[in-house]
């Protein structure tokens, strides 16, 4: 199965900071990447699919980058209802994987 | 509106069998994927099985901790997914989550509220 590592596991940050998370794949994915977010006793609500189409109603400060092996998901100014766990997902092949989760918390 | 209703789960022993379900309403239901996901307690999201449209053979994947043991279906002509879970271990404790998909290149796009299986002696 291919392996999805993402980094960091906790982040601590403020309101209107720039956030960034990486999750990095045991061998190339292309571009079949997702980016989820879940808050507790919440269903994950996808954020970002193919490394980086945006979901729509999805706000614009989130965006998706990467290709092949290195992805990362950046939030441009982090809002209270941002405070969440966001977690990667590789769909290039089966068994589907998902990277460990960051937790964003309130600094 | 898109609908996804996880019916079915609840506290059982080792090795003993559960099925869930996936009523589904607001599309139609047969031109789509179905996939099924897991969280256990406190733990990160896990993969757990898919199955196709008829139209792309209706065939089946599964994660390997639940290869031989849990099987998925669906029911067309009631818009409903199942996932038969035998043999279930404790580590299978979890939520699942049914979900739409692959979606115009998204793995999945909506998801139900789950069910929690809790399988303890």
């Known amino acids: 199965d291919i392996q999805m590592t993402q980094s960091p596991s906790t982040l601590s940050a403020s309101v209107g900071d720039r956030v960034t998370i990486t999750c990095r794949a045991s061998q190339s994915i292309s571009s079949w990447l997702a980016w989820y977010q879940q808050k507790p006793g919440k269903a994950p609500k996808l954020l970002i699919y193919k490394a980086s189409t945006l979901e729509s109603g999805v706000p614009s400060r989130f965006s998706g980058s990467g290709s092949e092996t290195e992805f990362t998901l950046t939030i441009s100014s982090l809002q209270p209802d941002d405070f969440a766990t966001y977690y990667c997902q590789q769909y290039d092949s089966y068994a589907w994987t998902f990277g460990q989760g960051t937790k964003v918390e309130i600094k | 509106e898109v609908q996804l209703v996880e019916s079915g789960g609840g506290l059982l022993k080792p090795g003993r069998s559960l099925r869930l379900s996936c009523t589904a309403s607001?599309?139609?239901?047969?031109?789509?994927?179905m996939s099924w996901f897991r969280q256990a307690p406190g733990k990160g999201l896990e993969w757990v099985a898919f199955i196709r449209s008829k139209t792309y053979g209706g065939t089946t994947e599964y994660a390997a901790s639940v290869k031989g043991r849990f099987t998925i279906s669906r029911d067309d002509s009631k818009s409903i997914a199942y996932l038969q879970m035998n043999s279930l271990k404790t580590e299978d404790t979890a939520v699942y989550f049914c979900?739409?998909?692959?979606?115009?290149?998204?793995?999945?796009?909506?998801w139900g509220q789950g069910t929690l299986v809790t399988v303890s002696s």
């Open positions: 979900t739409r998909g692959t979606v115009n290149s998204r793995p999945v796009d909506y």
């Open positions: 607001g599309f139609t239901f047969g031109d789509y994927a």
